[in-house]
C-alpha cells in the first residue's frame, strides 16, 4: 500500500511559480507513496487525500531534493601533495605533464579494493546527503583501463544500493590517457572497447570526455561521441575550463545534455548552446581551488537562454568539495548568480543536465524528492556558510 501524506505550513521555493502549472505559494504537497500527488492550494486538495496524515512543517521552506550533476567521487587516494605544489608555484597543467595529477588518482584507484573505494566513496556521499542531495551523478575516468572503469562504475552503481539516493553514472575514459600510449592508440585500443562493455553491462548513462590541450582534442573527442551515439548514450563534455578548444559548440553539435566548466567559453559556443538547448554546467570549486581568475561568461549565458546548472565536481585534484550548499555560495558570490539561479542550478537544471524530467522539480507525478530547511526564504540556502541548515530530507516519498 503506497503512503500518503500532506506536508502543510510550509513555503514552497519560488523558482516553481515559472509556467502555468507550476505553484506559487504557501500552499500545500501530498505525497503519494513515491511521488508527488499534488500541490496547490489547500481547498484544491482532492477528495483521495482528505483522510491523510497532515505533517505541518512550521513555515520552513520545501525545494526539490538537490541534484548533484557532475562528481567524480569514486576514486582512491588523495592530492594534497599537489595541493602543497600548487600553492608554491606549480600550476595544474605542470603537475598533469610531470605525471601527477589525474594520474596519480589513476595508480591510487587501479591499487584500491571495491570495498576500498566504496567506504571512501560513501563518506563523500552521505556529506552531500546531509545537505538535502537526493540524486548525483559520478563520472568514471580514473582507471584508464578496462578493469579499474569497470571497477569505479561499479562502485557507483553500488552508491545508490547502500544509501537512499538516485546515482546517474557516466564513463568518462577520455579523461586522460597513459603516458606510454598516443591518444588516438588509446581510443581505439582501450577507450572505445572499454565504452562498449561498460554499456552492456548497463552500468553506464551517459559519456563525458576531458577535452584539453592536457586532454583530448575536438576531433578526438567526436569519435568518442560517435562511438556513445551508436550505443544510444548521451553525451557531455568537460570544455573550456582552461583554455578554448571549442569543446562547448562541438558538444552542442552532438546535442549533448551539457558543456561543463566553461571558464573560457567563446562567444560561439553560446551560441551553439542556446541553439542545442545544451546545459551549461558550472563549478565554482573547481574555479576556486584552482586559483582561476577568468570568469565563465555569466551574463551572457543568461543573455542567451542558456540554462545554468551548478555542481561540485567532487574530485581530488580541483575540487576536493562534498557541500553542494557550499557550491551555491560560491556561484553567487565567485560567479554573480542570484541565489534563485543558484537554486535553479542544483534542481530543475540539474535534472535536465543528466537527461531526467521526473525530479528537480515539485510537481504531481514527479518523484518525491525533497528537501524541507529551517528556514523561510530560499536565499538562505546561498547566504549561509557553513551551516547545517536541513531540516529533513524526503528520497522517493520515504524520510531518510
Ligand atoms: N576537469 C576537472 O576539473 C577534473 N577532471 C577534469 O577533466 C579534475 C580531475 C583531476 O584532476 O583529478
Ligand atoms: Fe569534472
Keep these: 500500500m503506497p503512503r500518503t501524506y500532506i506536508l502543510s505550513d510550509i513555503k514552497i521555493a519560488p523558482f516553481i511559480s515559472k509556467g502555468s502549472d507550476e505553484y506559487v505559494g504557501d500552499g500545500i504537497i501530498a505525497v503519494d507513496g513515491e511521488t508527488i500527488g499534488f500541490i496547490g492550494d489547500a481547498d484544491d486538495l482532492p477528495q483521495q487525500y482528505r483522510e491523510s496524515e497532515v505533517r505541518a512543517l512550521g513555515g520552513r521552506l520545501v525545494t526539490p531534493g538537490l541534484i548533484d550533476c557532475h562528481t567524480h567521487l569514486v576514486y582512491g587516494g588523495s592530492r594534497a601533495r599537489e595541493f602543497e605544489m600548487r600553492l608554491t608555484g606549480a600550476s595544474y597543467e605542470d603537475i598533469m605533464t610531470a605525471g601527477g595529477g589525474i594520474f596519480s588518482t589513476v595508480e591510487a584507484t587501479r591499487r584500491a579494493s571495491e570495498s576500498g573505494l566504496l567506504a571512501s566513496a560513501l563518506q563523500r556521499v552521505d556529506n552531500l546527503i546531509r545537505e538535502g542531495v537526493t ?228 510537481k504531481a507525478g514527479k518523484h518525491a524528492d525533497l528537501a524541507i530547511w529551517n528556514f523561510s526564504d530560499p536565499a538562505e540556502m546561498s547566504y549561509r556558510i557553513g551551516d547545517a541548515p536541513l531540516h529533513m530530507r524526503i528520497f522517493g516519498g520515504e524520510t531518510c
Design 135 to 362: 540524486t548525483i551523478e559520478v563520472k568514471s575516468g580514473y582507471g584508464l583501463d578496462t578493469e579499474t572503469e569497470l571497477k569505479m562504475l561499479r562502485v557507483a552503481r553500488r552508491l545508490g544500493e547502500e544509501r537512499h539516493i538516485r546515482v546517474r553514472t557516466t564513463f568518462l575514459g577520455a579523461h586522460a590517457y597513459p603516458k606510454d600510449m598516443g591518444a588516438d592508440d588509446y581510443l581505439e585500443q582501450i577507450c572505445l572497447p572499454t565504452m562498449e562493455e561498460v554499456a552492456a553491462e548497463g552500468l553506464v548513462d551517459a559519456v563525458d570526455g576531458f577535452c584539453e590541450t592536457v586532454g583530448f582534442t575536438p576531433a578526438q573527442i567526436e569519435r568518442v561521441f560517435n562511438a556513445a551515439e551508436k550505443l544510444g548514450l548521451p553525451v557531455k563534455l568537460h570544455a573550456e575550463q582552461l583554455s578554448d578548444q571549442g569543446g562547448a559548440a562541438l558538444a552542442a553539435s552532438h546535442n549533448a545534455l551539457s558543456a561543463d566548466h566553461l571558464e573560457y567559453l567563446s562567444d560561439a559556443g553560446i551560441a551553439a548552446m542556446a541553439d542545442a538547448g545544451t546545459v551549461a554546467v558550472l563549478l565554482p570549486a573547481a574555479f576556486y581551488a584552482l586559483r582561476e581568475t577568468k570568469l565563465p561568461p555569466i551574463q551572457k549565458l543568461r543573455d542567451a537562454g542558456v540554462p545554468m546548472a551548478l555542481a561540485t565536481d567532487s574530485n581530488p585534484g580541483t575540487s576536493p568539495m562534498t557541500s553542494l550548499l557550499l557550491t551555491m555560495n560560491m556561484g553567487a558570490t565567485l560567479f554573480g548568480m542570484t541565489p534563485q539561479e543558484c537554486l535553479e542550478g542544483v534542481t530543475v537544471h540539474a535534472a535536465r543536465a543528466l537527461g531526467l524530467n521526473d525530479c528537480g522539480q515539485i
